[in-house]
């Protein structure tokens, strides 16, 4: 699963917690992987976080965390800013759906070509439909004389239409994500942070 951690549009004592919990998961969990970031203004920051988490390797609880994180600290960049509530977002996705393209998945058809080609059109089955069957994608070639040669180029031309589709799905899942950025709620936190330790002082059943 993916988690995106967010400061929303907060301020740089926000982009400070994103980063503060980051360690925290990172500690917990090793297996965990740091997909992408978009960095904040001071070294150690951040804008937001992408993470992959697999839950059968996760220890503790980080890795289920969801909603509002309430971080109560004094600014480190701003000593005499009344300020001491500084939200951040956190919301888990299940990752985008990707197909891997094996001929085993693959359910091939064998069928008469059509149009000019030789004596071999409409008399001989030489061309081939291939079924993508966990997608349904589907696409014909006919264009060789062999059906040995219309099969192979009909499986490229399937590989790349199952990459394609998994780069749609990487863009429209990632699109998603990015819009969720701006959505941080801030109050009813589920868990409070304090001090520059990032100590964790209360988890809220909200």
């Given at each position: 699963?993916?988690?995106?951690?967010?400061?929303?549009?907060?301020?740089?004592?926000?982009?400070?917690?994103?980063?503060?919990?980051?360690?925290?998961?990172?500690?917990?969990?090793?297996?965990?992987?740091?997909?992408?970031?978009?960095?904040?203004?001071?070294?150690?920051?951040?804008?937001?976080?992408?993470?992959?988490?697999?839950?059968?390797?996760?220890?503790?609880?980080?890795?289920?965390?969801?909603?509002?994180?309430?971080?109560?600290?004094?600014?480190?960049?701003?000593?005499?800013?009344?300020?001491k509530n500084w939200f951040i977002?956190?919301?888990?996705?299940?990752?985008?759906?990707?197909?891997?393209?094996?001929?085993?998945?693959?359910?091939?058809?064998?069928?008469?070509?059509?149009?000019?080609?030789?004596?071999?059109?409409?008399?001989?089955?030489?061309?081939?439909?291939?079924?993508?069957?966990?997608?349904?994608?589907?696409?014909?070639?006919?264009?060789?004389?062999?059906?040995?040669?219309?099969?192979?180029?009909?499986?490229?031309?399937?590989?790349?239409?199952?990459?394609?589709?998994?780069?749609?799905?990487?863009?429209?899942?990632?699109?998603?994500?990015?819009?969720?950025?701006?959505?941080?709620?801030?109050?009813?936190?589920?868990?409070?942070?304090?001090?520059?330790?990032?100590?964790?002082?209360?988890?809220?059943?909200?």
């Amino acid at each position: 699963m993916w988690m995106q951690i967010s400061s929303g549009k907060g301020p740089d004592e926000c982009e400070l917690a994103v980063g503060l919990f980051l360690k925290t998961i990172l500690k917990e969990n090793q297996t965990t992987r740091v997909i992408d970031t978009v960095p904040g203004h001071y070294n150690g920051t951040f804008k937001s976080v992408l993470l992959s988490i697999d839950p059968q390797e996760s220890r503790g609880d980080t890795g289920y965390t969801k909603g509002t994180i309430l971080w109560i600290c004094p600014s480190p960049y701003r000593p005499n800013h009344r300020r001491k509530n500084w939200f951040i977002n956190i919301e888990v996705y299940q990752s985008a759906e990707r197909f891997n393209f094996t001929e085993k998945d693959v359910k091939i058809v064998a069928m008469r070509s059509s149009g000019p080609g030789g004596q071999n059109v409409n008399k001989v089955e030489t061309a081939v439909r291939a079924v993508h069957v966990p997608t349904g994608l589907t696409v014909t070639a006919g264009e060789e004389r062999s059906q040995y040669m219309n099969k192979k180029l009909a499986l490229a031309r399937l590989a790349n239409l199952i990459e394609a589709k998994n780069e749609d799905n990487d863009s429209s899942h990632k699109e998603s994500m990015w819009k969720q950025h701006n959505l941080l709620t801030r109050g009813n936190p589920m868990r409070v942070y304090e001090g520059k330790e990032f100590k964790l002082t209360q988890i809220l059943d909200n």
